[in-house]
């Protein structure tokens, strides 16, 4: 399934890179590489948005990554502000931080990847409480009847009826 390549992380990291390069172009609509992900879904939301509110909700997505990565690492959230947020250059960034633009780019390589990270990580975390609520909702196991054991049932009838060997018969499986 296309959602199931989506989550790979080089394609995160550079979907994210190419949707804060955009992200001050609102007729710039990067939102379709992100069209499977469930963090772009309201709770209970079953019908495909529309690419203007799902523009709005990964941008809100995006946002909270950059949070997130501002507290984890203030270096790589000024980079990743001051560059795509506030629409400075590397070089601008670069005197201001007094390093060298290389450095300034490796920085913002490092900060997408960790924001990749950070993405895959909700993304993640989404599915398997969906997960858990579905399994939550399954009936509750039930070990009466044994499957698959009609085949062998008359053959058991049989030994177990016999007045010859044998008077005991194990029947293994899960909770046999």
């Known amino acids: 399934m296309e959602t199931e390549e989506k ?19 609102p007729e710039m609509d990067e939102s379709d590489a992100f069209a499977g992900f469930l963090l772009l879904r309201p709770e209970g939301q079953r ?26 690492s203030p270096k790589h959230w000024l980079v990743v502000t001051q560059r795509f947020l506030s629409m400075r250059t590397t070089q601008q960034i670069a005197v201001g931080q007094h390093l060298s633009p290389d450095q ?48 062998i049932e008359e053959k058991l009838g049989t030994y177990l009826s016999s007045a010859q060997k044998p008077w005991v018969v194990a029947v293994t499986g899960l909770g046999g």
Not at 49 to 72: A, F, M
Request: include cysteine; charge should be neutral; aromatic fraction near 6%.
């Open 7 to 25: 989550l790979g992380f080089e394609t995160i990291r550079r979907d994210l890179h190419l949707v804060l390069r955009n992200w001050h172009r």
């Open 47 to 72: 019908l495909p948005l529309s690419s203007t509110k799902r523009s709005e909700l990964l941008h809100g997505v995006v946002e909270e990554c950059i949070e997130e990565l501002g507290q984890q």
């Open 104 to 151: 300034i780019n490796r920085i913002q390589g490092e900060a997408i990847a960790a924001l990749a990270g950070h993405f895959l990580d909700k993304e993640s975390r989404i599915r398997q409480a969906i997960a858990q609520r579905m399994e939550n909702d399954l009936l509750p196991k039930s070990y009466v009847r044994l499957f698959g054991f009609e085949s």
